[in-house]
């Protein structure tokens, strides 16, 4: 159950109008009431002879006996109770009880309380009420209204274990506002996809994704294609900054403005400048990983797999701060990725990032130096282009987003061992879109290296099998079993012929994290050796014929990938 606390107003009447009225869709059926602070107050939506007017002189009488100077200006307060779609339909007289337990949970009308303010409640839904009420009581003073939106909250919370609704995740203030119900209709309006306030944030997240300075989040805000209005010190440095939809203008034709800090609580300026000063001077990618021979997006997520692998190790530090500055660099990649991929992975990336920007805010204060190299990592992705996703860049894909699953399910068990249950909701979320997205990345380098595995020679095979039966002794029969085995020989031969150690390579790669609860035990094996692989310099020179001065080794999944692209094809 969801309450929605609204802007107050300044005229009774036209509220009324609105509650009673068909609505702006025609969405308004038997409007009526379903309580109110006198069990005689007029009921214009099923009584002919009430008026709006009458309700309105009712409610504002405590207002008009004021002297003029001490009406407040605004004594209209509004605020709507929402059941979940799935929620049961609850009968008037259940409404009725909950419209008296929201009042006096906010300080409206507590219990016992002859004198408060006056109130009404309105229902014109199956599923929500409107409650109205005028903020001066009956006494002459004002309520006491501290946090009654917080307050609302908790009440919600205990009207859903009584009445067995749907549990909503409690929230802890950082969340980002969502767009009123006004707003929604005029994205519908204009044809937008979602409302106004929601892409502006998707596009600022996306252009302070890996950017190094101010100068660059500018310049790529201005590239997505937003108004911008900064506002500037006399000496011309930016105190803040304004974003607007084009097209999207008020009644007087102006644009509709939202500074960050309106998108969301960490997207102020003050705030982008923190994570800029803390990650200054990014510097471009070591040479080994420049001479390797791939394409610039495959290199930029391998580094991106680097950054995260290390970032595991932050979140499981027991450093908090550390923690949260981790989550706020994988945001950054995420958003990265999403924005320089194609298709199915581009759509589902997409969708991973808006649900982990909530996993991003938590009241933790973040060690914001700690972000550096996921900043980084999602600067070289910005900057190297768009992966094609196939070949080297779609295993490339495909390693970076097996770690970003890690990364996500441990940023979930994070939120949830604090009791930040809508974080740790929004990372799951998150992680069942990037399983989309990494199945998507996956099966054209996966379905390459299993027909390089099956045309192996059978003594080539039987070689990898021992080094598995070797390191992995309790796990060779089920490797064997499963479609991936083919994609493990694959790569181990790869490995090989690049002068790794294979066995010590698969025992390292098992020992990273568990594997029980894979689904594909061989095809974790194969990207994480792979990262390995990519990382891990030739440990000795088997063959004769391997040259005094070996290349850097290329990653295995990329190899394979690379020649079955120039593999000559039969007409």
Known sequence: MIPSLHKRGGKTVGLIRYLYGPGSHEEHIDPHLVAAFDP??????????ATYEQLQRLLDQPVNALPE????????????????????????????????????????????????????????????????????RDDGRRPRLNNEARRAQTECRSIEVDYGLRRVTPGDGTAAKRPTRAERHKA?????????????RERVRRALAGAANETEFFDRLAAEGVRINKRLAPSGDALGYKVAMVGDRNGDNEPIWYSGSELAPDLSLPRIRKRFAATADMPEPPA???????????????????????????????????????????GEVLDALAQTSLGTT??????????????????????????????????????????????????ATALVLDVMILAVVAAA??????????????????????????????????????????????????????????????????????????????????????GHDTAALVTKAAAQRELDSAD????????????????????????????????????????VARQEVNRPRRR
Not at 40 to 49: A, K, M, V, Y
Not at 309 to 321: H, I, R, T, Y
Not at 388 to 394: E, I, K, N, V
Request: positive net charge.
């Open 188 to 200: 519908e309006r204009l044809g937008q996809e979602d409302a106004s306030r929601e892409l502006l």
């Open 69 to 136: 100077k001490r009406r407040p200006d605004k004594p209209v307060w509004h605020l709507s109770v929402r059941a979940a779609p799935e929620d049961p339909i609850l009968s008037d007289e259940d409404w009725a009880a909950i419209a008296r337990r929201m009042v006096a949970a906010t300080g409206i009308a507590p219990d016992g309380d002859e004198k408060a303010c006056r109130w009404a409640a309105v229902r014109h839904a199956d599923d929500h009420i409107h409650i109205i009420a005028t903020l001066v």
């Open 346 to 395: 581009r759509t589902e990336l997409r969708e991973a990032t808006r649900h982990f920007e909530r996993a991003t805010r938590s009241h933790t204060r973040a060690k914001d130096a700690e972000m550096y190299a996921l900043r980084r990592a999602a600067h070289q992705i910005v900057h190297s282009g768009t992966s094609l996703g196939r070949g080297a860049d779609g295993a």
């Open 520 to 559: 594909s035990i061989s095809d974790v094996l194969v990207w994480r050796l792979q990262h390995l692989g990519y990382v891990t310099p030739p440990t000795s020179a088997p063959r004769a014929q391997r040259p005094k001065s070996a290349p850097v080794p290329v990653p295995a999944a990329t190899a």
């Open 40 to 49: 005689l107050t007029p009921d214009p939506g099923r009584d002919p002879n």
């Open 413 to 498: 068990r994070w939120h949830a061992a604090r009791s930040h249950a809508q974080q740790a909701e929004a990372a799951q979320r998150a992680a069942d879109h990037l399983r989309a997205a990494y199945q998507a990345s996956a099966s054209s380098p996966l379905a390459a290296m299993r027909a390089y595995g099956q045309r192996l020679p059978a003594q080539d095979r039987q070689r990898q099998t021992s080094t598995v039966r070797t390191a992995l002794p309790h796990l060779v029969d089920r490797l064997q079993a499963e479609p991936g085995w083919d994609a493990l020989t694959a790569v181990l031969d790869q490995a090989e012929r690049a």
């Open 288 to 330: 080994a990983l420049e001479r390797s021979g791939t394409t610039a997006p495959a290199r930029a997520r391998h580094f991106a797999t680097e950054a995260t692998d290390s970032a595991l190790a932050g979140m499981a530090s027991g450093d908090d701060g550390v923690a949260a500055a981790q989550l706020i660099g994988v």
